[in-house]
């Protein structure tokens, strides 16, 4: 059984209706679980049977330079590979090493278009990587490592926060979220996602527009401009 923002993201794949980002995500859930899969399939079907019954259009004379310069710009979208190099102690070659095996074991849409970015790896807070992976004009998906313990400071969102938990748990607060489950939050939500001990904490979060943080962190982000 999907909940309502697992089928809002099938549906709006299947539509082709999402930003690059979300359909990133979409794509990944569905890798990811059995009902999303059947449920796309079936979607699939269904404008398959939609397109046989509708009568054929005539294409314009350009319609092919326009398809061939969309998937082009679909593909200069993806990023370009950046390498991994350069040297770092034992212990944190020991878990670049660790973080690179665990991309590994990602869903092959999501590991691929992390290699195809860069896999690279920031700080976002201590015990918090972040990998940008896609970004458009409305949003930006990223690849989230959190450490168990650690996470996010408390903050609110100017746009939505689409999140899906790709190994481990965190809870915001409010919810336990763990994997294959979808954190969804926008303006109205306040939230900490801290990572529940035991395993590191995997997910794919999309954003619109930046996080606003609370308490002494929030007024230096307004202090600076943010």
């Known amino acids: ?8 993201l099938v549906e709006g794949l299947a539509a082709a209706t999402l930003s690059a980002p979300m359909r990133l995500l979409a794509q990944t859930y569905a890798d990811t679980n059995d009902a999303a899969r059947t449920a796309l399939l079936d979607l699939d079907i269904m404008g398959g049977d939609m397109l046989e019954s509708c009568a054929p259009s005539i294409m314009s ?16 979208d993806a990023g370009e590979a950046k390498g991994l190099g350069g040297t770092a102690p034992r212990k944190a070659a020991l878990q670049a090493d660790q973080m690179f095996s665990d991309l590994m074991a990602l869903p092959a849409t999501l590991r691929d278009q992390a290699l195809e970015s860069g896999a690279d790896w920031r700080f976002a807070a201590p015990g918090v990587r972040r990998m940008t992976l896609l970004t458009d004009e409305t949003s930006t998906a990223e690849l989230l490592r959190i450490e168990p313990g650690h996470g996010s400071p408390s903050h609110t969102h100017e746009g939505r926060e689409t ?35 035991g395993e590191v904490c995997y997910a794919l979060a999309v954003t619109q527009g930046g ?7 929030g007024l230096a982000q307004r202090l600076m401009g943010g």
């Open 1 to 8: 059984m999907l909940t309502p923002i697992h089928e809002e």
């Open 61 to 76: 004379d350009t319609a092919l330079e326009t398809a061939l310069a969309l998937i082009e710009s679909l593909e200069n």
């Open 163 to 197: 999140t899906l938990v790709l190994s481990g748990a965190f809870h915001d607060g409010h919810t336990r979220y763990g994997k294959g489950d979808v954190c969804d939050a926008g303006p109205d939500i306040t939230h900490r996602p801290i990572a529940e001990a």
């Open 211 to 217: 996080l606003k943080f609370k308490g002494p962190l």
